[in-house]
């Protein structure tokens, strides 16, 4: 029932993506066999570093703590006395100017004295201003970090429990052949035999539904790192097949280590 309930929920979340009107049916086209998920080979190190390039709160810290360091200076910057300069050509029509044009130039210093008391509480509110920004940025960091750490340890986690349920389909699989074979020979009941089929279509299940937690999981560590879903050659006017394409080869790009 729990499965059942699952992929009934399951159902309705794909009609959603898929843009779907209410109460629509549609059939899905399953593979014939599921494709063993590759594993992630990026070691976790790399992981965090792709992940505090990437994610936007990062780079947003990044640059309110760059605007919080200019504060500090323009702070600083404004006790100074302001220096103008000037200079232009002059001309008279008095008679009595030995000179009747000239040129004139020179400059002016002009210090505002209520900025310059202001100068110590504006500066200190800019550093406590850039403090806090900077502590912003190491929380930003730290959760960035764990959502890479949680993401990574679960997908290790699926990783285990996908082999797992893989080895149970085959050694039930085996089992249902036995029970067949031995039905056949009328050696076993035709209650042994349902029971074995209903135990390999629910291995079946539980292994299918494990490979679909471990593709969720797998999608979670790049939303982690601060992936794009889609790669730069995807403008939109792709069909299905070639959209389809393009993932899965970035896909396993994006599970490879730089370099690899």
């Known amino acids: ?4 309930r699952e992929l009934g929920m399951a159902k309705i979340e794909l009609a959603a993506l898929m843009n779907l009107p209410a109460g629509t049916e549609f059939t899905l086209k399953m593979p014939d066999r599921l494709t ?38 323009k702070a600083a910057l404004e006790a100074l006395p302001g220096l103008q300069l000037y200079g232009g050509a002059n001309a008279d ?4 100017l030995y000179n009747k044009d000239w040129i004139s130039w020179g400059a002016k210093a002009s210090w505002n004295l209520m900025k310059v008391f202001e100068t110590p509480t504006r500066k200190k509110r800019a550093e406590a201003k850039l403090a806090l920004e900077k502590e912003r940025a190491l929380a930003a960091a730290m959760a960035v970090m764990s959502q890479v750490s949680i ?22 699989s085996d089992i249902l052949n036995q029970i067949t074979a031995m039905s056949r020979a009328r050696s076993a009941s035709k209650q042994s035999l349902v029971r074995e089929q ?56 994006r599970s490879k280590a730089p370099g690899q």
């Open 36 to 73: 063993s998920p590759g594993r992630i080979s990026m070691p976790f190190e790399e992981m965090v570093d792709l992940a505090l390039q990437n994610r936007p709160e990062i780079r947003e810290s990044s640059y309110a703590i760059r605007i919080g360091e200019a504060g500090i200076r």
């Open 151 to 172: 993401a990574r340890a679960r997908y290790d986690a699926l990783i285990k429990e996908y082999a797992t349920a893989e080895r149970g389909t085959m050694v039930q």
């Open 1 to 4: 029932q729990r499965m059942q």
């Open 93 to 96: 029509s008095n008679d009595f």
């Open 198 to 253: 209903m135990n390999a279509i629910i291995s079946e299940a539980r292994r299918d539904a494990t490979h679909a937690e471990l593709q969720e999981a797998a999608a979670n560590i790049y939303t982690a790192m601060g992936y794009d879903p889609y790669g730069a050659d995807v403008t939109g006017r792709e069909d299905v097949k070639t959209l389809a394409e393009s993932l899965r080869v970035l896909w396993i790009a």
